[in-house]
Nanobody, 111 residues
Framework: VQLVESGGGAVQRGGSLRLSCAAS????????LTWYRQAPGKEREPVAT????????NYADSVKGRFTISRDNAKKMVYLQMNALKPEDTAVYYC?????WGQGTQVTVSS
């Protein structure tokens, strides 16, 4: 199993970023996928989950209305569109599947 995140960066408050996760090594279309994040000194937390077809999504309360998770089963990709970013969104963002993690991508939001 391999999960490779990309798209992080440094933005100012109110900015946007789009994260991508390329997956391989499992039947991608058979499973829900989740984006997680881990801020300094805090535990890793789920941010958004998407069902196998993309028809159902769930979000942490802290990101509802600002983040959108999507997937492309043909490309084995999952995305996280992040808008209206806040300094408290600063974290390393991970794509996760059944205990497997990528290396993460750093998102830094300055005020």
């Amino acid at each position: 199993v391999q999960l490779v995140e990309s798209g992080g960066g440094a933005v100012q408050r109110g900015g946007s970023l789009r994260l991508s996760c390329a997956a391989s090594g499992f039947t991608f279309s058979d499973y829900a996928l989740t984006w997680y994040r881990q801020a300094p000194g805090k535990e890793r937390e789920p941010v958004a989950t998407i069902s196998t077809t993309g028809g159902t999504t769930n979000y942490a309360d802290s990101v509802k209305g600002r983040f959108t998770i999507s997937r492309d089963n043909a490309k084995k990709m999952v995305y996280l569109q992040m808008n209206a970013l806040k300094p408290e969104d600063t974290a390393v963002y991970y794509c996760g599947w059944r205990g497997y993690w990528g290396q993460g991508t750093q998102v830094t939001v300055s005020s």
